[in-house]
C-alpha cells in the first residue's frame, strides 16, 4: 500500500523558512512524479510544485517560483520542499501527492495517493 507521510509544518513569522518532508513508503516501483498542494481555508486547492522521479524536471507555480525550491532524496524515498520568504498567503494546509509516470501538476490533483496535510500558517 503507497502512503505519503507529510512533516514539517508549524508556525513561522512572515520571511522566515520552513522545510516540508513527504515520506513515501509502500512500493519500489521509481518511475513517479511528486507533488505539493496547498488549501487555504474557503480557497480552492492550489497546486504548487512537483518533481519528477529522476529529479530533472520541476514545477513551481507563479505564486512560489524563486521562493520555494522542490528537491528529493531517492535513497530515503522523500521529496522536500524548502519554503523561503514566507508570507501570510502562504498560509495553508499542504498535501504532498504521487502520481504514476511522468505526470503535470494538473494531471495530480486527480491522483488517488495523498499524504494527510501538514499545516503552515506565516504570522504577520
Known amino acids: 500500500e503507497v502512503q505519503l507521510v507529510e512533516s514539517g509544518g508549524g508556525l513561522v513569522q512572515t520571511g522566515g523558512s520552513l522545510r516540508l518532508s513527504c515520506a513515501v513508503t509502500?512500493?519500489?516501483?521509481?518511475?513517479?512524479?511528486i507533488g505539493w498542494f496547498r488549501q487555504a481555508p474557503g480557497k480552492e486547492r492550489e497546486g504548487v510544485s512537483c518533481i519528477s522521479s529522476s529529479g530533472g524536471s520541476t514545477y513551481y507555480a507563479d505564486s512560489v517560483k524563486g521562493r520555494f525550491t522542490i528537491s528529493k532524496d531517492n535513497a530515503k524515498n522523500t521529496v522536500y520542499l524548502q519554503m523561503n520568504s514566507l508570507k501570510p498567503e502562504d498560509t495553508a494546509v499542504y498535501y504532498c501527492?504521487?502520481?504514476?509516470?511522468?505526470?503535470?501538476?494538473?494531471?495530480?490533483?486527480?491522483?488517488?495517493?495523498w499524504g494527510q496535510g501538514t499545516q503552515v500558517t506565516v504570522s504577520s
Open positions: 501527492a504521487l502520481d504514476f509516470g511522468d505526470s503535470t501538476i494538473e494531471s495530480m490533483a486527480w491522483t488517488s495517493y
Open positions: 509502500g512500493f519500489t516501483f521509481d518511475d513517479f512524479t
